[in-house]
């Protein structure tokens, strides 16, 4: 059914924008004449789904803080600031929640509660900046701290993704050829040694049997992982398995350092964010505490803004937890001294990203040889089993003459 959004004004004045389905702009309209709307404008929205379950990335939330930035500031009604970036956006779960958030807004509402009915698609971070720049008159400000947070998010989740990748892709890759090998080229080589009645040695007699395990039982190995990894993911959504995965992460080797540094740029950066735009300390921990990417340490920020109420500093509460390094604890109980928390947070922050971006890049040329050896000598030693029944053949040759 085609989605149109309508502009009216109701018997008593107000103006009503909403987002509806309707099977052609003819009957929408006798539709609202008939419950006492004058009708201003109908447009048909193609291409976006009324209820659409579409994620929105953050890069669309990057691009939707900063345009909406730019028309305020240029003078732009707020109303026609998010109007026009519902039609704009190439995101259709996002422009269908902007549409909705529109409506609000001309009804009557705050940009932020209007907002904040859309957890699922703002982050508190977002709608708490929108809300501490309608309070003080710095919209435009506030938007563009939000934009400056979430890129700083998508830059720190970019850099573990491609620490990530090369390996990962490397693997599967490996995995790939290896299961080829076995279901297509070593039964090739089996059947021209069962037809010589060659004495196959021990590695390829392991090999031979590998492969037969494979073509048998492939399919069902298949279905194990693929259900695995379901139940995994699954998992991982229920709060115990989210801290527990979250919780093994920072164990891993080299890895787990990385996430820790990660989390604690997200935290410190947001929290700095917060705390400049004049966001209450414990309030902006909360939130913060929401964008740090691990939950185990996303729980030591909660426990931290609780324990915060009731007068106890800061750095000690971190450094209580055990989960961030020594020098976020130590940069924040110096930052308390002098009264400058914001200020060196954003040090921090940049510090921490600066970091990360040398470890990945550090880690990956340290993982590149030790991958090309893994690969290799998995490839290489499949290769032996498979020919050394030849060279024993061509040396008996060569013995009998």
Known sequence: MPLFQYTARDPNGQKVVQLVNYSDELALRKHLRANNLFVLEVTERKGQARRGSGRVGLADLITFC?????????????????????????????????????????????????????????????????????????????????????????????????????????????????????????????????????????????????SGFIKAWGWLITLVIIAAVLALKRWYKTPEGRIRLDAAKLKI?????????????????????????????????????????????????????????????????????GQFPPMVTRMVALAEEVGALPEVLKQIADGYIEDVDYAVKRLLTVIEPIMVVFVGGIVGALLVAMYYPIFNMGNAFLGDG
């Open 66 to 210: 900063r345009h909406l930035r730019t028309m305020i500031a240029a003078g732009m009604p707020l109303v026609s600031a998010l109007d026009a970036m519902a039609s704009q956006t190439t995101s259709a779960r996002l422009g269908q929640v902007l549409a909705e958030v529109t409506s609000e807004v001309s009804a009557g509402k705050t940009l932020s509660r209007a907002l904040s009915a859309h957890t699922t698609v703002f982050p508190e971070v977002v709608t708490m900046l929108v809300a501490a720049g309608e309070e003080g008159g710095r919209l435009p400000e506030t938007l563009a701290e939000a934009s400056r947070q979430l890129e700083v998010q998508l830059d720190v989740r970019q850099k573990l993704i491609s620490a990530l990748m090369y390996p990962v892709f490397t693997l599967v890759l490996t995995v790939g050829v290896v299961t080829a090998m076995l279901v297509w080229i070593v039964p090739t080589f089996a059947n021209i040694y069962k037809s010589l009645n060659a004495q196959l040695p021990g590695p390829t007699l392991a090999l031979v049997a590998l």
């Open 253 to 321: 080797p080299v890895f787990g350092n990385l996430v820790r540094k990660s989390a604690s740029a997200n935290l410190t950066n947001c929290l700095a964010g917060l705390l400049e735009s004049g966001v209450p300390l414990v309030n902006a921990l909360e939130t913060s505490a929401q964008v740090c990417g691990n939950e185990v340490m996303s729980l030591a920020a909660r426990a931290a803004a609780k324990n915060l109420v009731i007068g106890r500093p800061l750095s000690s509460e971190l450094e209580r937890s």
